[in-house]
């Protein structure tokens, strides 16, 4: 139990930490109507959403590192989203599919989180719960709509 709650920590305090280096280091503003694209090809620009990606990558780390404290059954599909996400996402540029431009620590210690990630959710090793067949899928398959999302949509 002592385990699960410092991964929980530490996976929340990744999260935020990140957040705060993804905010401070973008160049969003608050003023939204400069995203919108009211054309035919679509409602919300693309350019928005590849800046705020890596926000909502380390929003979905900080909330399941809150439920791996609070509710670690409830845990495993979004600790499997994250994993699977990240992956996608490092996997695709090492195969020059996309580009990201994350500094090599953040790339380094966001693929150690998602292998730990995935571990958790899909082993019984720190006494919850495995990931079912059914959540893993769906979380392999929403991780990798939103990758193409940002990228190809």
């Known amino acids: 139990m002592a385990t699960r709650k410092i991964i929980g920590i530490v996976f929340s305090f990744i999260g935020i930490l990140f957040s705060v280096i993804f905010l401070t280091h973008s160049d969003l503003n608050i003023d939204l109507k400069e995203y919108f694209d009211f054309s035919f090809e679509s ?5 928005y959403f590849n800046q705020i ?11 399941g590192g809150i439920l791996l404290i609070i509710k670690p059954t409830k845990s495993n599909p979004i600790l499997a989203l994250f994993g699977f996400t990240v992956l996608e996402e490092i996997v695709f540029s090492w195969f020059g599919i996309i580009s990201i431009d994350f500094p090599t620590y953040i790339v380094a210690i966001f693929f150690s989180s998602a292998l730990l990630a995935l571990w958790i959710a899909y082993s019984d090793s720190i006494n919850q719960e495995r990931l079912s067949l059914k959540e893993g899928v769906s979380s392999l398959i929403l991780g990798t709509i939103i990758t193409a ?3 190809y949509l």
């Open 149 to 151: 999302f940002s990228y």
């Open 43 to 47: 409602y919300f620009s693309l350019s």
């Open 53 to 63: 990606l890596p926000l909502i990558i380390c929003l979905i780390l900080f909330y």
